[in-house]
């Protein structure tokens, strides 16, 4: 079934020698990628440069677009060996979103990508879950000093999507101080533990909500090993006494002689449904709600009232969109304070599970592998973020 | 019950000659005001003006506010009759929060203001259900060119409520040139009656829903000579085929040879519940939800993948905040604005009932009518805007 893609695709090549993860329409990914095989890149035309992914996550955004269900859709490529000029081939997506990629070879034009220079992706969709890509200078930024800065393959794989929606949220709505509280829900998700985290970098104060469960102690521990000052499970956050808690624990922000009462003006959603609301209710005047995940599949509820007399707003987080509304030189910024922090330590990312293809599996196995590991994500049975690694003769 | 109030307060007074509706705690406005009498005020201390109220309306939130439900709380007023130095009398609340009222008396150092000149209130909750009040000049409005404009009393009494919260939720929130749609519920609300005549002034097209009902051709065609583009029922919202509809209305824009796709960018929300969900659905990218009301008494649900994908934001809008958080000159250009529309007959106010105390009445009387009908508007037996006129020796 899949090999037919690939036959068809890079028939004219006797050497199969990279790879990419594609699919020709949407449907369960499991069920519908072929991982293909193709050549060494020819090389780059001006203004681009060839690229050799060294990790790619597997987000859950990648599965819903695979689906057709996410809003941010890929481009076909018609050929993915080359600028994409010229050929005749039927046009295949190649799935992937986040990576970490190093120059193998730059195109006339291009200042300031050298071979070995590491680079993650500034375009969303652009096709990762691949052995190499050829991509336009402009689709990728440079990390800073690569491999010598210390950061590993790991945090470089995985540094554009998570850990800049946990930066951009709590900076991009309310101007926090040190010593400011914000509220976050699923706080033990990847993004929630990375807001709690950079939050105590900068000296802000976090209230941390989760299911509760039976090992709560162990993830109390956990959260607070990484910053967390306050953690709270969704049955604490409906207890009358909370509001009293919270109000203890906010109150009394001293600066010099003076302590003054401080509202909460920020709250994080990843769930919505009942916690969201409770979450809601704790925030105080003038406060921003600014939900990036809908966990419990339920809908954002709010009392108008909140609104009207507390001055609420309540927005939305897309990194896709911050990645298309913002300016390089911001963008280079973020991923030059992220890096910077990550190779110190001061951001760990998640745990993860490293997949790798190796380049001499036939495309049939390869593509077999793959899908069953996009099955076992889909059912929730990975509890740690997979990176693929896909080999090839590109590989170092 | 309510004379012991009037008796403890002005028994010093044997002249009474003014009125005002007070209560001294909050329950049930019909049940807790009470309307007392007093002498002539004293001459008005530097920097403020005596005032005499020519009409007073009536909102809904004035009985919140009586209730002791609303978030705005006025200051007790231990001496009503002066600018409240020195008195030992029981505080009383004087109620009321809008009104037209004609300067009387002019103290020192104030400018800009003279002997008939009419006013309205700048500062929230001043306590309006009154024949006249001493205040600082800095706390009315003046209305421009008062009666010579040709303003009638019930337009210039209704000013700073409604139509302010219907201009202001235009002007806010999203810029709109003419030919910009918008779409509201609850649009035969008075509020929603004055966003469809004020975007018909600036030439945007409005989407108007309401509630099904027999009577709904009369509805419409009032509603279109107001200048309502489309109107609809929460019921027709929920059909399918509304996307296409709205999509068929709002994509025509045509600007010389283009025409371009056109999202609708502000929902006005005063329902909550469904209504206003199935309404934002309909929104385009980047739009904003404004809610100044929740009729339905349930609370705004919505898809969290409205926020996150279509970056709606949804905001709340008191007209209470916007004043004590606008400039002085902003608030009077507000009012010259909404004056001189309404005196040229481009705004039409709500169907209003002048309710009038007769001087020579009791107190006991008085309170009795005033109760009567707060009683009335409780049960929602009142259709119209109910007016209070407290005549009084110093009225006209």
Known sequence: MFPQV????FSSSSLLRNRAVVYTKNGP???IISAISYPSLPPPPPNTVNIRFILSPVNPADL?????VYPSKPTASTN????GKGSQEEPVFVAGNEGLAEVVEVGEGVSGLEKGAWVVMDKPQLGTWATSRNVAAKQVIRLPFGKLSGLSEAQGATMTVNPTTAYNMLDSFVPLAPGDWIIQNGANSAVGKLVIQIAKIRGIKTINLV???DDLAGLVKELEKLGADKVLTYDELNDKSIRGK??????????RFLTYKQDIRLGLNCVGGDPATAMARL???????????AMSKRPLSLPTSLFIFKNLVSHGFWQTRWTKENPRHKKEALIGTLAEWMSKGKLKVSDHEIVTIPKDDSDEVASQKIRDVLAR?????????VLLRLEGTESV
Not at 6 to 9: F, G, T
Not at 80 to 83: E, G, K, W
Request: aromatic share 4%.
């Open 6 to 9: 690939s036959r068809r695709l």
């Open 29 to 31: 990914p499991s069920q």
């Open 64 to 68: 819903n677009t695979i689906e057709g």
């Open 80 to 83: 993915i060996n080359s600028s």
């Open 211 to 213: 299911r509760p469960r």
């Open 246 to 255: 919270v109000k203890e624990w906010t109150d009394g922000k001293a600066i």
């Open 283 to 293: 925030l105080g005047q003038n406060a921003h709600l600014v939900s990036y995940g």
């Open 377 to 385: 994500i889909s059912e929730g049975k990975v509890g740690k973020k």
